[in-house]
């Protein structure tokens, strides 16, 4: 029976770079990955190379030939990968809609989650994340992973988010269901002498890279800095007891291998284009300049060949210049060229008109153009899924630390920011206001590809369909705060139905005006004459149904009066007004056991009108 031997739970500054020089050996083939998809993505930006040059000295043109590297530098990049990348980058490159999740349905539990859900976002925004999930969004496409990390600021006694380049990061793995969660990481950068010194208050011994390689170890045990490979030194180092080790790795696809870039498999397609855009460059140089020939150049005489208009060359008896057209059809290498194009886009996933924004149809219309990008909103759902977990578990490690953490534990203060459109600051204890609850939800917007006017033509749709209530239509477009935005459409429109009460005397006593049009019985307003005689007004009453008096109201609303969140109100144009939206379904069934017609709406009490009669 093997002994089993228990690996120490904290390393000291040697056991951290003994490692980082075992993890550099067997991450070295994935660096090299990285390096190649790098320099395909800056493809024909080359310092010491010259513009193309398809002919020599003397118009002879400059083919290439078939067997030539694709690892050598090009003459000409078509960089056909680099618009690929930053489109997937631009569309994973936004934060998501971020939720945590109540306990349970009571009161209490939702102003928890509200509370938590702003601890979030304040950290956001002092994380700089609309900065650092671009970037992240690039190292996902590109290099085909991306890393969070999560530091402690002292100082502050919070915890910050950094978006780490994988090309830096050295990790190991859970194994099992945990595969995919970081066990310990080691991060290397190299930073300055005067970085060094600023950031760090270490002075290395020169600015060799050697004195100042930085190494950062993580681990759900500690987090230790430690600066130099010769001469270590421990710059920072702090130990906790978490459950996971504060880093998240997001893979771009789900293989468990690292590298899955987005144009990976299609460099090999990149080479081939590139060779014929410079076949075809070398074909138009050979289609446009003639060949030209000298019969005897003995007698031509001693002076040089000029070549050009207004030229004169002397020959002598048997002298003569020969210029010949060439043959050829460079068109040919098109159909080559847009197969090649075909294909990249295909391994890709993208598709021509996100990449060139034309669409080859006469008729182009917001389901043509979701269709033709079909494979890439398929490809961006499902990334926008693993990205999403993997910020979930960023958001419960940030709420575990903020908890358990040396001195961040401590925190007790304002956090500010914006929350479903609108600023806040609220005081947070990090100790009494999360209490052990770390889940969380994050999600994007729906239709990727589309813009703001297909998504609301959709939602609409939908809507008027039954499909979704006003709600999701708001969701599907992108609003933060539906339910709010609801709100204020509803007091938009008790606002402008004052202003018209308000200004219809003036209207209705003004001379030479228009006529008012008047449905029913009307009663004298601001002094105007009733259009009704006393009899026709008698008759048109009998036809109009009676509001139900007020104590039937009040005897059905007291029945449910302990079940309530807010306060309900008899408008005096007879709607149920109710200040919490939580309550509609509840006032509704109530109210209509008085009068099957009234209506309930959800108004602030800041915008109740005066005349109503308060129910509750």
């Not at 149809?361 to 961006?380: C, D, F, K, L, M």
């Not at 609801?486 to 202003?499: D, G, P, T, V, Y």
């Not at 030479?512 to 049009?517: A, D, E, Y």
Request: charged share 20%; hydrophobic share 35%.
């Amino acid at each position: 029976m093997a002994t089993q031997v228990e690996a120490p739970l904290y390393l000291d500054r040697w056991d951290i770079l003994g490692e980082w020089e075992k993890r550099k050996k067997k991450y070295g083939d994935r660096d090299a990955w990285y390096t190649m998809l790098s320099s395909y993505y800056a493809s024909g930006a080359y310092e010491d190379e010259l513009p193309i040059l398809a002919a020599n000295a003397q118009g002879r043109p400059l083919l290439r030939p078939v067997g030539e590297s694709v690892n050598r530098p090009r003459t000409y990049s078509s960089r056909r990968l680099t618009p690929i990348v930053d489109d997937y980058a631009a569309l994973v490159g936004r934060m998501p809609t971020v939720r945590v999740e109540p306990p349970d349905d009571s009161e209490p539990a939702e102003q928890k989650a509200d509370l938590l859900t702003k601890y979030l976002y304040s950290t956001y925004e002092m994380s700089n994340m609309e900065f650092q999930q671009a970037q992240a969004g690039h190292y996902l496409s590109l290099l085909g992973d991306s890393v969070y990390t999560l530091r402690p600021e002292p100082d502050l006694k919070r915890v910050m988010w950094e978006v780490v380049s994988p090309r830096n990061c050295y990790p190991t793995f859970y194994h099992g269901y945990r595969r995919f969660e970081v066990y310990d990481m080691l991060i290397v950068e190299q930073w300055t002498a005067e970085d060094l010194k600023r950031q760090l208050g270490i002075e290395p011994e020169n600015n060799r890279p050697e004195s100042c390689t930085v190494v950062i170890y993580l681990s759900p045990h500690q987090r230790t800095v430690v600066v130099g490979l010769k001469q270590p030194q421990v710059a920072a180092h702090v130990e906790w007891t978490l459950d996971y080790c504060p880093a998240v790795w997001v893979f771009n696809k789900i293989t468990g291998h690292f590298g899955m870039s987005d144009i990976g498999p299609a460099l090999g397609q990149q080479d081939f284009l590139d060779f014929s855009l410079n076949v075809w460059a070398d074909g138009i140089v050979h289609m446009t300049y003639p060949i030209v020939g000298v019969k005897n150049p003995q007698s031509l005489g001693q002076d040089e060949i000029m070549i050009g208009p207004g030229s004169v060359v002397p020959l002598g008896p048997e002298g003569d210049i020969v210029v010949r057209a060439t043959q050829g059809d460079p068109r040919a290498l098109e159909a080559i060229i847009q197969q090649t194009i075909q294909d990249l886009n295909a391994t890709t996933g993208t598709s021509q008109v996100r990449q060139e924004g034309q669409m080859k149809s006469s008729i182009v219309t917001g389901r043509a153009v979701q269709n033709v990008q079909g494979p890439q909103s398929t490809r961006i759902e499902f990334k926008q899924g693993t990205l999403g977990a993997a910020i979930e578990a960023a958001n419960r490690i940030t709420l575990q630390l903020q908890e358990r953490a040396p001195i961040l534990r401590e925190f007790k203060g304002p956090i500010w920011g914006r929350y479903k459109g609108r600023s806040f600051q609220l005081q947070f204890s990090a100790r009494q206001d999360i209490d052990g609850w770390y889940r969380n939800k994050a999600s994007w917007q729906s239709l990727v590809g589309m813009n703001l006017q297909q998504k609301t033509a959709v939602a609409y749709e939908g809507m008027v369909a039954q499909i979704w209530d006003d709600i999701r239509a708001r969701e599907i477009v992108g609003e933060e705060d539906p339910v709010g935005m609801r709100q204020r459409i509803e007091n938009q429109k008790m606002s402008e139905a004052r202003l018209q009460q308000a200004i219809a005397p003036a209207l209705g006593g003004q001379q030479g005006g228009p006529p008012q049009q008047q449905q029913g019985p009307q009663l004298s307003i601001g002094g105007a004459q009733n259009p009704f005689s006393s009899q026709e007004a008698q008759q048109q009453g009998a036809a109009q149904p009676q509001a139900p008096a007020t104590p039937d109201y009040k005897s059905e609303i007291k029945k449910i009066a302990n079940t309530l969140k807010g306060s309900v109100w008899l408008l005096p144009t007879g709607v149920v007004a109710i200040s919490d939206s939580r309550d509609y379904s509840k006032v509704l069934q109530a109210v209509r056991t008085a009068s099957p017609q009234t209506k309930v709406r959800q108004m602030d009490e800041s915008a109740i009108p005066q005349g109503a009669t308060r129910l509750v």
